[in-house]
């Protein structure tokens, strides 16, 4: 299991919209939500590729201007990989020409 923990922010006056939004999320937690517009949450997903989905549609909620990661615990999946058990997949990145990395 990963657990992820996030600031989210939005405008203060989308703030119960966004609230609503992302409590609807499967395996999103919400914790707190001030004034200004910052909403404290919580996801686990079974994975970090399933946590990185999860961010995704948080992103997507019209409300939500930006999802920062503050925490991320994943000992579980890290004993995974150590034991060869599973496989990051790291490089997902757009595929780049070796000449583009270098300055010019």
């Known amino acids: 299991m990963v657990i992820g923990g996030f600031v989210v922010q939005c405008l203060p006056e989308d703030r119960v919209t966004a609230v609503e939004d992302l409590s609807a999320l499967e395996g999103v937690e919400l ?3 001030d004034e200004q517009g910052n909403i404290v949450a919580v996801v686990e997903a079974d994975s970090s590729d ?3 989905e999860v961010v995704k549609k948080m992103e997507k909620v019209d409300a ?8 991320m615990n994943m000992e579980d999946e890290a004993e995974k990989i150590a034991s060869g058990q599973s496989t990051p997949d790291v490089f997902r990145g757009r595929n780049r020409k070796r ?5 010019s």
């Open 31 to 33: 914790y707190g939500a």
């Open 50 to 52: 399933d946590l990185g």
């Open 64 to 71: 939500v201007l930006n999802v920062g990661m503050t925490y």
């Open 99 to 103: 000449g583009s990395f270098e300055a």
